[in-house]
């Protein structure tokens, strides 16, 4: 009895030939089937080539994520990933999937954080120039106007160095702008304070004095002043 039996038999159905002959050289022939299924944990877990994870600006596509190495006993092997278009701000996982042709799959996560590092933006209010109060050096109450700003990314807080108090002269009044991840930009409004009170004046009081002795003009008057 003999057959065709192979050494090694490939994935899928395999026939094998099987033979007797008797001793005045009849024969006969069966065939069996052996039927090779692709059951063992392969392919090897996808994993990015360089092995590290990803830290990346904010809404990069899923263009650098690198490449995953994967390896299988048999043939080939699809590799997908449910990466989106867009990557929010924050830890973002990455399912990596590799498939044979087997139908068995493999897993793997890669970690892609997202920083927000750009700035908001900030414009100051228009300079502004006023005058000190009535009776004081220095103005109150000034109305500085309101900054505008915008951030790609959340909401913005707004704060400024403004005294209560503007002194005569020019002032500098520092605007900062600050994003939820800590960027911040800065602009600089200018508030002119001018003193435009005149000061007071009174007068000494008035005086009767008498002329020079032989002279029609009196000198050496004590006016007095207040």
Excluded: E, K, Y
Excluded at 5 to 15: K, R
Excluded at 23 to 51: F, K, L, M, Y
Excluded at 146 to 164: K, Q, W
């Amino acid at each position: 009895m003999s057959s065709n039996a192979p050494a090694q038999f490939p994935v899928g159905t395999n026939l094998v030939s099987w033979t007797v002959t008797d001793a005045s050289g009849n024969r006969t022939t069966c065939a069996q089937r052996i039927v090779v299924r692709d059951t063992s944990r392969q392919p090897s877990p996808a994993r990015r080539r360089d092995g590290h994870d990803r830290s990346r600006p904010l809404h990069r596509d899923g263009s650098g994520l690198g490449q995953s190495i994967t390896s299988d006993n048999c043939g080939t092997v699809l590799v997908s990933s449910n990466a989106p278009v867009q990557f929010p701000v924050g830890t973002n996982t990455v399912t990596w999937t590799a498939t044979d042709a087997s139908g068995n799959r493999t897993t793997c996560s890669q970690r892609v954080v997202v920083r927000d590092i750009q700035a908001p933006t900030l414009a100051c209010p228009a300079d502004r120039t006023v005058t000190t109060d009535p009776g004081a050096c220095v103005a109150t109450g000034v109305a500085l106007g309101s900054p505008t700003t915008s951030d790609n990314c959340g909401t913005v807080t707004v704060s400024s160095n403004a005294p209560a108090q503007f002194p005569v002269g020019t002032n500098t009044v520092t605007w900062t702008a600050t994003d939820a991840s800590g960027n911040r930009t800065t602009c600089a409004q200018q508030v002119v304070v001018r003193d435009a009170q005149p000061p007071t004046l009174t007068c000494p009081a008035d005086m009767t004095v008498a002329t020079d002795p032989g002279l029609c003009v009196a000198t050496g008057v004590a006016l007095a002043t207040r």
